[in-house]
């Protein structure tokens, strides 16, 4: 399994700034990945974050909107930028502790309102 | 990518009752999860089942790969129990670890 502890747990922010949510985990991996779920909605997948390389972006999310760090095997990074009130949501980051098709473990998640 | 379908959308019980909740998905999978989410939001890992039969407490699952469907049974229902559950997939082909996720039942228990 895998401890990911993500910060901030929930966050009210105004509308134009930007957030940048953290993402740890206690032991390392090769991807990273980053969801948003909309109120009432199900989880859709932003980005896949290897460490080393560009995150690659799902359709409909673009890397000036939703910029993200992998600078080592534990670690990354989401930025929501330029903030409207459509983004509040709750962002989760997943890891998937070892290749092969095996069990994907998530963070506490991130409340975020934007106002 | 893959189609996920949960039923039913939304279920309302009396605790004590049993209830039975369905994912079906569109093609081969090399993983399959079913995942309670809390009203905080964090997503609880149930099981981790691309296929057979697995149990924890109350709780139990069942996958039919070569029929596309998967099968989470709760039995005695808690109030404890409310909350949505998500199925997500993995499918051959797709990046190892990214999920595809159904819809969600919404599960509400009465006391």
């Known amino acids: 399994s895998a401890v990911i502890s993500q910060k901030p747990s929930r966050d009210i922010c105004q509308r134009g700034t930007s957030l940048t949510i953290q993402c740890q985990v206690d032991?390392?991996?090769?991807?990273m990945f980053w969801y948003r779920q909309q109120p009432g909605q199900s989880l859709t997948l932003i980005a896949t974050?290897?460490?080393?390389?560009?995150?690659?972006?799902e359709s409909g999310f673009v890397i000036d909107k939703f910029p993200i760090s992998r600078p080592n095997l534990t670690f990354s990074t989401l930025t929501v930028s330029n903030m409207s009130p459509e983004d509040s949501s709750i962002y989760l980051c997943?890891?998937?502790?070892?290749?092969?098709?095996?069990?994907?473990?998530f963070g506490q998640g991130t409340r975020l309102t934007v106002v | 990518g893959i189609q996920v379908e949960q039923s039913p959308p939304d279920l309302i019980l009396q605790e004590g009752a049993n209830s039975t909740l369905r994912c079906n998905f569109s093609?081969?999978?090399?993983?399959l999860q079913w995942f309670h989410q809390n009203p905080w939001g964090q997503l609880i890992n149930l099981f981790y089942?691309?296929?057979g039969t697995k149990q924890n407490g109350r709780l139990s699952a069942t996958t039919v790969a070569t029929e596309r469907y998967s099968l989470l049974y709760i039995s005695s229902s808690q109030t404890t129990d409310s909350g949505v559950y998500f199925c997500?997939?993995?499918?051959?082909?797709?990046?190892?670890?990214?999920?595809?996720f159904g819809r969600g039942t919404q599960l509400t228990v009465w006391p």
């Open positions: 997943s890891v998937e502790p070892r290749t092969g098709g095996t069990e994907a473990f």
């Open positions: 032991s390392q991996v090769t991807m």
């Open positions: 974050a290897n460490q080393g390389s560009e995150a690659t972006y």
């Open positions: 093609d081969s999978v090399n993983n």
């Open positions: 089942i691309p296929s």
């Open positions: 997500a997939v993995n499918n051959r082909g797709s990046t190892l670890g990214r999920l595809y």
